[in-house]
């Protein structure tokens, strides 16, 4: 397979994941701001962070409000990675190696990159909800049938690499805003007000479900262990981890390579680094701390890949 090949389809996932995540994380915001605005603490500043392009946005925007934060992560054609043009991007990659997708995968893309386009006018004057769930429905469609109409060969390796990456490093970012922003007032432990925040939290990553089949309370380190150790839930960081190293090992060995890529090394490493750790560990040393050490090492192992396959420095 061409390097530039395997770039482009490693990048198309990444930016339809980056897309459906920034939606995840609108959509439960914007829940939260409708079922309790009284003991919120500014819930918009902290999407603003899950960016890491604060200083962006304050230049452009400055107040952090939900127009100005739906723009800004949504529709704003100057920044690269809003939804807009992320699925852009995304539909650019697609484009140039239609021989290695589907028709009906790229029809796909293509629909739900004009859906969130053209929906950009409506949305900026007053936000719903329920237009995010509608990306994140076109973007497990994309899902679906990509996976159910592209070979699971050497192609599609590298496209679950990227995209499980991608989702492993927005996991990480929506707990590490919104863990403190929803650390419970004294007075508001234990209650319904504290039980719904929390399960906002686990909705924006589509856990809700699956954490209560195993826990009937709302616990908060049972809440942070579900989203960085679960072994089977396909959003969880270290489910994420997994299956980006299975794709990394399983492109090291179909590319015949003599020896171990520093990619496969480094995923390998920080699978073996969760596996070791539990989350009472997390929440003594800092999850903040942890989480921008993780960021790290997922920015790493992005480099190597590319470093490794695609022959170029730098990400995109």
Known sequence: MLSRVAESIYWMGRQVERAENLARFLEVTLQMTLEHPDTLVDPWTPLVEVTGDQKEFAARYGRADPQNVVQFLGFDRDYSSSMVCCLRAARENARGVRESISTEAFEQLNDFYHFVRDAGPSQLSQPTGEFFVEIRNHALMWTGVLDSTMSH????????????????????RILDAK???LLPRIEDVGTAVDDLQWSNLLLAISGFEAYRREHHLMDIEKIVSFFIFHKTFTRSIYACVAGADWSVREIHKQCDAEFPSASSNQIASLRHRLQSMDVKEVLSGGMHRFIDDLQTQLNEIGQAIANDYFNAIGSK
Request: proline residues 0%; neutral net charge.
């Open 153 to 172: 060969d050497l192609g599609w390796q590298f496209l679950n690499a990227g995209r499980l990456i991608e989702r492993a490093d927005k996991t990480s």
């Open 179 to 181: 863990y403190f922003n």
